[in-house]
């Protein structure tokens, strides 16, 4: 009789819902948000990099376009947007993110998964193109340079020193976006991946240092994400506004 109790109770003791040890939010929140805000703005960005010829309303510049690169009537987004995208793309958080919510496969950890499938990690194509992460942030960081460019280049209206809602845009979105690109986890270990030991030379410690810089960035890498992407949004949303005379830009200039 024992027996027979134990192998009734098993099964329903699996079908129990998996309790979030980190969130008493529900767990279908987090994954219903990743899908929609992920998807909403990629539809947005390929209205954006694909649609759209022009992005800047001087002095500012969309994010989506800088540097900017005209040729013919091709949108000048679709030379630069690869690097963002390829980056993201490969980001290890993004990637958790996506994987969890778009696909569901992994699940989480220590979660059956659904269907019976069987996680190999991503040794497979395409994943295992995420791999290339590194060479995308290097891609990144020669465009951050530009966008930190774009901000200084948007206080200067006809020569005369100012400042508009969208210079004060422009400014904090490179900074959102300094703060994602460099708490990325692949910088983390190019500065102190490898070392055995942090004090032993000069250029350990630099490295060191380097590294603990890094790391209050990366231990929120998750929040800087989510508030970079919707700072590039609403950076080009209202640079297109101006376009369009949707919207007067406020402006102060001496
Ligand atoms: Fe997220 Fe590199 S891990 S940007």
């Known amino acids: ?31 219903s948000f990743v899908v929609l805000a992920l998807g909403a703005f ?10 759209q010829r022009e992005g800047d309303y001087a002095p500012y510049l969309s ?4 540097p900017l690169i005209k040729v013919g009537s091709i949108p000048p987004g679709v030379w630069v947007a690869w690097a963002p995208f390829a980056f993201r793309l490969t980001c290890y958080y993004y990637r958790k993110a996506y994987f ?11 979660v059956p998964e659904p269907g019976r499938r069987r996680y190999r990690g991503e040794t ?50 490179v900074i959102l976006l300094s703060g994602y690109t460099f708490g990325c986890h692949a910088f983390r270990h190019l500065a102190g991946g490898e070392l055995d030991c942090f ?21 929120r890498h998750d929040r800087w994400a ?4 919707a700072s590039v949004l609403l950076t080009d949303v209202y640079i297109r506004a101006l376009i369009a005379g949707a919207l007067q830009d406020p402006r102060w200039i001496a």
């Open 1 to 31: 009789m024992a027996i027979s109790a134990r192998t009734t109770d098993r099964p329903a003791a699996i079908r129990q819902p998996v309790r979030n040890p980190y969130s008493a939010l529900p767990n279908w929140l987090y994954p």
């Open 42 to 51: 990629a539809v947005y960005a390929v209205w954006v990099v694909f649609f």
């Open 63 to 66: 994010p989506f376009d800088s």
């Open 100 to 110: 969890r919510s778009f696909f569901w496969h992994p699940r989480s950890c220590a």
């Open 124 to 173: 497979v194509f395409p994943w295992v193109l995420n791999n290339f992460h590194r060479f995308a942030f290097y891609a990144t960081v020669v465009q951050v340079a530009f966008l930190w460019f774009d901000a200084v280049v948007a206080f200067d209206f006809g020569g005369r020193f100012g400042f508009g809602l969208g210079t004060g845009l422009m400014v904090a979105n």
């Open 199 to 219: 004090s032993c030379s000069r250029s350990a410690r630099a490295r060191f240092q380097l590294w603990r810089g890094i790391t209050v960035l990366n231990i």
């Open 226 to 229: 989510w508030a970079s992407l």
